[in-house]
């Protein structure tokens, strides 16, 4: 049975993706961009720990989603009951927001993590029960930020086991 550490182990980069409850939204913004992903998990400033030889960046506080931004940013500018502004206006309108906005606003703190001991089968059910994409994982009893693990790492899991099942179907005929 696949553990969460085995799949971290087999993914191509197992960078964490981290930022500050204090920090600015617009940092978070240039995390997503800059490493294409749709959530940032929030630390606690200067909780960096080593457990068990895994450098982690801290203990987590907190979760931003790509929707979580979304949702916080005032879209009122745009909407279709008055004429719209000039495009100018909106987006230096969209910049001051994440500008002068800090973390800690829009952060969501009920974090579901899973410790790099759970199995496969225990995330996958988690992440379809709670509709969610992805799930940071934290050393065993700690809070402590480790790796994530997402509904893609989940298909790839999927599709090597598909692949395995195939060749083994092949082999034998």
């Given at each position: 049975m696949k553990q969460i550490k085995d799949i971290l182990?087999?993914?191509?980069?197992?960078?964490?993706?981290?930022?500050?409850?204090?920090?600015?939204l617009l940092e978070i913004v240039d995390r997503m961009m800059y490493n294409n992903v749709h959530h940032v998990v929030i630390v606690e400033r200067d909780t960096e720990k080593e457990i068990d030889g895994i450098k982690s960046p801290g203990r987590i506080v907190g979760m931003v989603?790509?929707?979580d931004l979304s949702l916080a940013?005032?879209?009122?500018?745009?909407?279709?009951?008055?004429?719209?502004?000039p495009l100018d206006q909106v987006f230096g309108e969209f910049i001051k927001q994440l500008d002068e906005n800090k973390v800690d606003?829009?952060?969501?703190?009920?974090?579901?993590?899973?410790?790099?001991?759970?199995?496969a089968q225990e995330v996958i059910r988690t992440m379809k029960s709670l509709?969610?994409?992805?799930?940071?994982?934290?050393?065993?009893?700690?809070?402590?930020?480790?790796?994530?693990?997402?509904?893609?790492?989940?298909?790839?899991l999927l599709l090597d086991y598909i692949t395995k099942e195939d060749s083994k179907v092949v082999g034998t005929a």
């Open positions: 182990a087999l993914k191509k980069s197992n960078s964490l993706i981290v930022v500050y409850p204090d920090s600015k989603s790509y929707r940013l005032n879209t009122s500018m745009l909407s279709k009951d008055v004429e719209a502004p606003q829009i952060m969501n703190t009920h974090v579901y993590c899973k410790d790099a001991e759970a199995s509709d969610i994409n992805s799930i940071p994982v934290v050393a065993k009893d700690t809070k402590y930020f480790i790796g994530m693990v997402t509904k893609s790492d989940m298909m790839d």
